[in-house]
T-cell receptor, first 113, second 111 residues
Framework: EPEVTQTPSHQVTQMGQEVILRCVPI?????FYWYRQILGQKVEFLVS????????KSEIFDDQFSVERPDGSNFTLKIRSTKLEDSAMYFCASSERSNYGYTFGSGTRLTVV | EDQVTQSPEALRLQEGESSSLNCSYTVSGLRGLFWYRQDPGKGPEFLFTLYSAGEEKEKERLKATLTKKESFLHITAPKPEDSATYLCAVQELGTGNQFYFGTGTSLTVIP
C-alpha cells in the first residue's frame, strides 16, 4: 500500500537553529499538507500546498516557517530559529483530491533544547 | 470555539463489549467528516470519510454514521488490537482544505 515517508523520525536541535523536515508524499497525490501535534494536544493544521504554491496556511505558520517542493517527489518544511515551543510531532500528509481523506506519514518528533 | 468535540475522552471496554464514540461538530457547512485511528507515536491512519447526513461506512468491527450535527463510530465486539486513539476531523465548506481535528477518544480494550 502506498505510504507517505517522513525523515528523520526524531530530530533534536538547539534553540535558535534551523531545521528541515522532509517528506515524500504518495506519487499520484496532488495536495500536500503539514500538521503538528504538541504532546497531549490536538493535531493542528499548518499549511497546505497545491500546484507548487501554498494554498492556505494557519496563524501558526508565520515567517518562521516555509515549505518547498524542490523536485517532483520531496516536500519539505523549514523552521528557522527554532523555539522551545516548536517541540512537537510534525506530520506530513497528502491526498489525491482536496476533499479526500489524507494519508499521513509517521511523523518527525522535533525536540528543541 | 472548537469546531469538533469528541466524547468520551477515554473509554475502557472488555473484549467483546460493543460501544460507540461520539464526534459532534459545529461548522456551518460540512464538506466532509473523517475518522482516523492513531497509535502512540504514530501518524493518524485513515479509516472513513462521510460527506452527507445519513451516510454510513463499515470496515471490519467499525461502523461510522453521520447526522447533521454529529458522527458516531460504533465498535462491535472489540478486540485488544482495537486499542488506540480515535480522531475525528471535519472539513468546512468555504474555508479551504484544512481539517479541524478533535482531541480524540482513547480506547482501551481489555482481554
Amino acid at each position: 500500500e502506498p505510504e507517505v515517508t517522513q525523515t528523520p523520525s526524531h530530530q533534536v536541535t538547539q534553540m535558535g537553529q534551523e531545521v528541515i523536515l522532509r517528506c515524500v508524499p504518495i506519487s499520484n497525490h496532488l495536495y500536500f499538507y503539514w500538521y503538528r501535534q504538541i504532546l497531549g494536544q490536538k493535531v493542528e493544521f499548518l499549511v497546505s500546498f497545491y500546484n507548487n504554491e501554498i494554498s492556505e496556511k494557519s496563524e501558526i505558520f508565520d515567517d518562521q516557517f516555509s515549505v518547498e517542493r524542490p523536485d517532483g517527489s520531496n516536500f519539505t518544511l523549514k523552521i528557522r530559529s527554532t523555539k522551545l515551543e516548536d517541540s512537537a510531532m510534525y506530520f506530513c500528509a497528502s491526498s489525491e483530491r482536496s476533499n479526500y481523506g489524507y494519508t499521513f506519514g509517521s511523523g518527525t518528533r522535533l525536540t528543541v533544547v | 470555539e472548537d469546531q469538533v468535540t469528541q466524547s468520551p475522552e477515554a473509554l475502557r471496554l472488555q473484549e467483546g463489549e460493543s460501544s460507540s464514540l461520539n464526534c459532534s461538530y459545529t461548522v456551518s457547512g460540512l464538506r466532509g467528516l473523517f475518522w482516523y485511528r492513531q497509535d502512540p507515536g504514530k501518524g493518524p491512519e485513515f479509516l472513513f470519510t462521510l460527506y452527507s447526513a445519513g451516510e454510513e461506512k463499515e470496515k471490519e468491527r467499525l461502523k461510522a454514521t453521520l447526522t447533521k450535527k454529529e458522527s458516531f463510530l460504533h465498535i462491535t465486539a472489540p478486540k485488544p488490537e482495537d486499542s488506540a486513539t480515535y480522531l475525528c476531523a471535519v472539513q468546512e465548506l468555504g474555508t479551504g482544505n484544512q481539517f479541524y481535528f478533535g482531541t480524540g477518544t482513547s480506547l482501551t480494550v481489555i482481554p
